[in-house]
């Protein structure tokens, strides 16, 4: 039977970046006979990553990720945001976590009745409500410059193409200078030049801003592209071992990592 391989080792603790995420032994079971969809999963992202988590379909991608920005819960496990427990926090302390996150979802989530100018104030709106009207539109100017629409604010985002939208999406993630932007298929349904261009901005975006990006991926090359640490996830197909952590840690670890579900993987 095939077992997980084990986590890789973290780098020597004076080189080591501060942790801002840290997952441990974590279990999602939705039926408490049912199979876990994650199982005992553990890994750390450090300050600075663009970290990927990878894995063929039903491996809990999405699910990971739903858990790690507070929308669900585990059945067990610890998850430690920003040095706070994410699902325990309430009240101010919650509010003021959650202006540290900036999400990008996999459709984009653009709210199709507002322009897109408008939906990118829409985090600025929620957190600040009494923002000045000038420096609201300042800043909502500032992000679309810096995607590559400002021309584009008034339109509606069915007036957009696929790529445009995912860059709407991105700027409306960052509008609050997030400490954590967390990516789900961020290149979902692009083609190939516009993989790049939303790769190329996460990245730069991430790197001006002082950003640390988690981003759910099955694009091999978006994460050959941006990725400095990662985790594998079994998938639905791989049995026992869906949900495990399969190969934990930078591109080199995946390069020369055995398992041959991951070589598999990494070699379709």
């Known amino acids: 039977m095939l077992s997980p391989l084990p986590a890789a080792p973290p780098p020597a603790t004076g080189a080591r970046p501060p942790v801002v995420l ?7 079971q939705w039926d408490s006979t049912a199979r876990p969809v994650l199982n005992d999963v ?9 970290f990927t988590i990878l894995g063929g379909s039903g491996c809990g991608k999405s699910t990971l990720l739903n858990i790690l920005i507070g929308v669900d819960r585990p059945t067990s496990g610890t998850i430690s945001v920003l040095g706070q427990p994410i699902h325990d926090v309430t009240g101010e302390a919650r509010n003021e976590l959650m202006r540290k996150l900036g999400v990008l979802f996999q ?31 300042s800043t909502t100017a500032m992000k679309l410059k810096a995607v590559g629409l400002a021309q584009h604010g008034a339109k ?11 860059r709407a999406g991105l700027a409306r993630a960052l509008a609050l200078d997030p400490q954590l932007l967390f990516s789900d298929e961020p290149t979902s349904g692009l ?24 981003v759910v991926t099955h694009d091999l090359l978006s994460y050959a592209r941006i990725s400095s640490r990662g985790i594998m996830l079994g998938a639905e197909r ?31």
């Open 42 to 50: 553990s890994f750390d992202v450090y300050q600075g990553d663009v």
């Open 107 to 137: 459709s984009g989530a653009l709210l199709q009745s507002m322009t897109v100018a408008d939906n990118i104030k829409l985090p600025l709106r929620h957190h600040y409500p009494l923002l000045n009207p000038a420096i609201l539109d």
């Open 156 to 166: 509606y985002p069915r007036e957009l193409s696929g790529g445009m939208r995912k």
């Open 238 to 268: 791989d049995g026992e071992l869906r949900g495990t952590v399969l190969c934990y840690g930078d591109q080199q670890t995946f390069r020369t990592c055995t398992h041959p579900l991951v070589r598999s993987f990494l070699n379709p």
């Open 191 to 214: 083609d190939p030049m516009g993989t790049k261009d939303v790769d190329d901005l996460t990245v730069k975006l991430c790197r001006k801003s002082r950003a640390t990006a988690i």
């Open 22 to 28: 840290s997952v441990q032994n974590l279990v999602k």
